[in-house]
């Protein structure tokens, strides 16, 4: 009876061994789909989802490839041809750019264009045609070109308001990240009234922060807001690995608007300041100071001329502090650039200053700072 029963038990060992093995093989030929299977019915897009394709296919036809072609340098005959290290011989220089007007005029970084030679526009139809710089404007990062003959001329692209932008509000960025062309990101303004570093020790204020990914070859695209206008020129991008790290910066419209006419008719536009080197805010709000520090005076400046001081170059004390400008409160300089920028170039500034502990006033006229040595 024993062995009876251990064999019963060894029987329907084997046989759910047996059957745990071809499990698979008779899954596969009783269930093996080997056609294409049936599509599921989708449904409508969401709304958010229409919105976007739909301010996507309204812009993109306005956004074009900029190649500026780099001319060899001297140091591009020190590359190890079989290492790889060292310089990379020629290339381009390529960003991205949008039609500004039905004249043909493009808008794009000064950076993008900077030091090449011959330039070509790649068109959203594919068509390649060169370009002509027009204006450039180094201390907004910005330029203007205009494009050669073309078969059928881009629309303009839609311009909005940065006046009244908010930190938290959808923004798209078109471009051509890393030759990609046409590349749509999306994501918020992350923040407004950041400063950016430009061209010969500068610095723009009023700067877009926004997490949409911005790449090389994303720079002097638009940065859209919802409903599809320009509110931002894409310029930077921090990040120590040179890609996105979701802090990408943006150059308002409202600058655009204003120095891109300047470029097409006259190929520069004004830069009214005073002639200061400012401390850097995170600096002064560690000492506990509201205003801007003036670190340095620019020689022949308004601003010597009106009799501003710096940091004492020998003990490091504080000079002035600018705290009022025009009547309105300076707690930072984005503040005083925005007086300035209104007042425009050889217009009186009544600057209220904290001077060893003295408030006192002082009356600069603004110049032109563009046509100024530091």
Do not use: C
């Not at 490839?65 to 790889?84: E, K, T």
């Not at 009106?306 to 705290?323: E, N, S």
């Not at 400008?325 to 050889?346: E, F, K, S, Y």
């Amino acid at each position: 009876m024993p062995d009876r029963f251990l064999r019963g038990a060894l029987v329907a060992a084997l046989v759910l061994l047996a059957l745990f093995v071809a499990q698979p093989y008779v899954t596969g030929l009783l269930y093996s789909v080997e056609q294409p299977r049936a599509i599921t019915p989708r449904g409508d897009l969401a709304p958010a989802e229409s919105s976007t394709v739909a301010l996507f296919e309204r812009a993109a036809p306005s956004v074009v490839y900029v190649f500026a072609r780099r001319a060899p340098r001297a140091q591009d005959l020190m590359r190890d041809p079989y290492s790889g290290q060292g310089e990379q011989g020629g290339g381009d220089q390529t960003g991205t750019g949008f039609v500004w007007d039905a004249a043909g005029h493009i808008v794009t970084n000064n950076h993008v264009i900077q030091g090449g030679g011959e330039i070509s526009v790649r068109l959203s139809t594919g068509e390649t045609v060169p370009a002509t710089v027009v204006g450039t404007a180094p201390n907004y990062d910005l330029a203007v070109l205009k494009l050669g003959r073309v078969s059928k001329m881009p629309p303009p692209i839609a311009i909005g308001s940065s006046a009244d932008l908010k930190v938290g509000q959808s923004v798209y960025a078109i471009g051509n990240p890393f030759g990609l062309d046409h590349t749509l990101t999306t994501g918020v303004i992350s923040a407004l009234q950041r400063r950016l570093p430009t061209a010969e020790g500068r610095e723009l204020s009023g700067v877009i922060q926004t997490d949409a990914a911005i790449n090389p070859g994303n720079s002097g695209g638009p940065l859209l807001d919802s409903a599809g206008r320009v509110i931002g020129v894409n310029t930077a991008i921090f990040s120590p690995s040179g890609a996105s790290a979701g802090i990408g910066f943006a150059v308002p419209i409202d600058v655009v608007n204003r120095v891109v006419p300047d470029l097409i008719r006259t190929g520069r536009t004004p830069t009214p300041g005073i002639g200061i080197v400012a401390a850097q805010e995170e600096a002064a709000a560690q000492l506990g100071i509201d205003g801007v520090v003036v670190v340095r005076v620019v020689r022949g400046s308004p601003a010597a001329a009106a009799g501003l001081r710096g940091l004492d170059p020998t003990t490091g004390d504080i000079g002035d502090i600018i705290v009022g400008a025009n009547g309105r409160p300076v707690h930072r300089l984005a503040d005083l650039t925005a007086v300035i920028q209104a007042a425009g170039v050889g217009q009186t500034v009544e600057l209220t200053i904290l001077r060893d502990g003295r408030m006192r006033t002082l009356q600069v006229t603004t110049a032109d700072m563009g046509q100024q040595r530091q």
